[in-house]
């Protein structure tokens, strides 16, 4: 069965916060009409590229008003009035309808403070159990969370009580999403976020609590053309997706949620693999996360993850790199649906230098990770090219949700 390859970008992502100037957008079509005077090729392919009539308008025809309309389809809106309108729309100040029976679910921290800033009023709950890495089994809570707490230390190099500190009140929160009036979900289109909120879908599926449930759940964002997730995002920003993106959650939805949670903790991927040739209807942007998500098992000859050969691809081309600037690089350039946190990146890479025969070498003198410098080893260009399998020189097993991949060395 066949399988959609995604593509990395085709330009370094520019991390834009979303929240657009008018007067700066005003300029940007002055100067663009500017270059059209004197034929400038750039602003010609531009013109060309985002004007319904760009390949047959003369220079003498162009007005200022084609260049607005250009500025704003690249900004990804149909025109400058919409454009406009949308930026007038954007504000911190204004009525918001949460409040202190509202509970927020995110995963990650990145939205509290904005949400503080908006005046929201409702409790936020971080539930960051980063399902996109490490065994996921469908077990009973109990023995389930033990098996993500001890993922997690070995994963990201931390104590079982440092975990245990940081992920129990995730948990704790679900056990008590009864206390609360409504619960809202904000995520994103990556695995990182989808796979977790298939866990949350499956949960209430199950558990059926009493309780109001809404989502945020987008991977657009007017004016932004890199939109990575919600966390990138101004609070003015955050304060348009909560008036225009929140929806109830739908029986439809929770019975994906059901659906991709099983097929995610199952020994094989036929399943998840079915459901994304099938699409996810109920849930659009989730099926891409899913077939990122199975882009992580192994190359039939190389044995590596696609995150892997994408670093090791980009190590291939400089002499050594700090670990931080890796990540940073690999980022902007090469993934092509961003999921990973550092942490779990550079768990990644350490575990290519644990290798029988490391494909990466990394130097380890500096204080902290980030500042390490790493290369690529000549087994590390032999694995990439296809000449060595690496799951035969792998330091120990790795999961891709309840699939084990063996290391055969």
Same mark, same amino acid.
């Given at each position: ?6 593509s990395?970008?085709a330009?370094p ?13 005003? &300029?940007?079509?002055? %100067?663009?009409? &500017? ?7 750039? !602003?010609?392919?531009r ?7 760009g ?10 008003t ?14 400058w009035?919409a454009?406009?309108a ?12 949460? $409040?202190?029976?509202?509970? =927020? ?11 503080e800033?908006?005046? @929201?009023?409702?409790? @936020?709950l971080?539930f960051?159990?980063?399902f ?11 023995? @389930?969370?033990?098996?993500?707490? %001890?993922f !997690? !230390?070995?994963?990201? $190099?931390m104590?079982?009580?440092?975990v245990?500190?940081?992920a129990?009140p995730?948990?704790?929160?679900l056990?008590?999403?009864?206390? /609360? ?5 904000? @995520?994103? =289109? ?7 909120l298939?866990?949350?879908?499956s949960?209430v599926y199950?558990?059926?609590?009493? #309780? #109001? ?22 609070p ?7 008036l ?14 059901e ?5 995610l ?9 079915q459901?994304?040739? +099938?699409?996810?209807l ?10 990122? =998500?199975?882009?992580?098992?192994p190359d ?7 995150t ?10 400089? +002499? ?5 600037r890796?990540?940073s ?16 990146? /550079?768990?990644? #890479?350490? +575990?290519?230098g644990?290798?029988? +025969? ?6 380890t003198?500096?204080e ?14 032999? #694995? ?6 690496y799951?035969q020189?792998?330091a120990? $097993? ?12």
């Amino acid at each position: 069965m066949s399988i959609q390859k995604l593509s990395s970008p085709a330009k370094p992502r520019d991390y834009f916060h979303g929240k657009l100037n008018l007067e700066q957008q005003k &300029k940007r079509a002055k %100067e663009l009409f &500017k270059q059209l005077q004197t034929s400038h090729p750039d !602003a010609v392919q531009r013109i060309e590229r985002s004007h319904p009539r760009g390949l047959t308008l003369q220079p003498s025809e162009i007005k200022l008003t084609h260049c607005q309309l250009v500025i704003a389809r690249e900004n990804s809106f149909d025109s400058w009035p919409a454009m406009k309108a949308h930026i007038d729309s954007l504000a911190l100040a204004g009525p918001v309808t949460d $409040d202190a029976e509202t509970l =927020h679910i995110r995963c990650g921290t990145d939205i509290k403070h904005a949400l503080e800033l908006i005046g @929201f009023s409702g409790e @936020f709950l971080e539930f960051s159990d980063p399902f996109c890495q490490g065994p996921v089994h469908d077990l009973p809570i109990e023995p @389930f969370i033990k098996m993500r707490y %001890e993922f !997690a !230390a070995q994963a990201y $190099d931390m104590t079982l009580n440092d975990v245990r500190a940081r992920a129990l009140p995730s948990y704790e929160g679900l056990f008590k999403m009864e206390q /609360w009036r409504r619960v809202v979900f904000w @995520f994103e =289109h990556d695995s990182f976020d989808q796979l977790i909120l298939a866990f949350l879908l499956s949960y209430v599926y199950r558990n059926r609590p009493d #309780v #109001v449930l809404e989502m945020i759940c987008v991977d657009q964002i007017p004016g932004v053309e890199d939109f990575i997730g919600i966390g990138q995002l101004s609070p003015e920003l955050i304060r348009y997706l909560w008036l225009n993106e929140r929806k109830p959650i739908t029986e439809a939805q929770l019975a994906l949620g059901e659906q991709v949670w099983v097929a995610l903790c199952a020994d094989s991927p036929n399943a998840l693999r079915q459901i994304t040739e +099938q699409g996810t209807l109920a849930i659009p942007m989730m099926a891409n996360a899913l077939r990122r =998500h199975l882009e992580e098992l192994p190359d039939p000859v190389t044995g590596l993850s696609l995150t892997e050969t994408l670093a090791l691809q980009l190590l291939a081309s400089e +002499q050594s790199i700090p670990a931080g600037r890796l990540f940073s690089r690999y980022m902007r350039e090469l993934e092509p649906l961003p999921w990973l946190g550092d942490l779990m990146f /550079w768990s990644i #890479v350490r +575990q290519l230098g644990e290798a029988s +025969q490391p494909l990466v070498s990394i130097e380890t003198t500096a204080e902290r990770w980030p500042t390490y410098l790493v290369s690529i080893t000549e087994t590390g260009r032999a #694995v990439l090219a296809g000449q060595r399998d690496y799951r035969q020189l792998m330091a120990r $097993d790795r999961w891709v949700g309840g699939v084990c991949i063996k290391a055969d060395g």
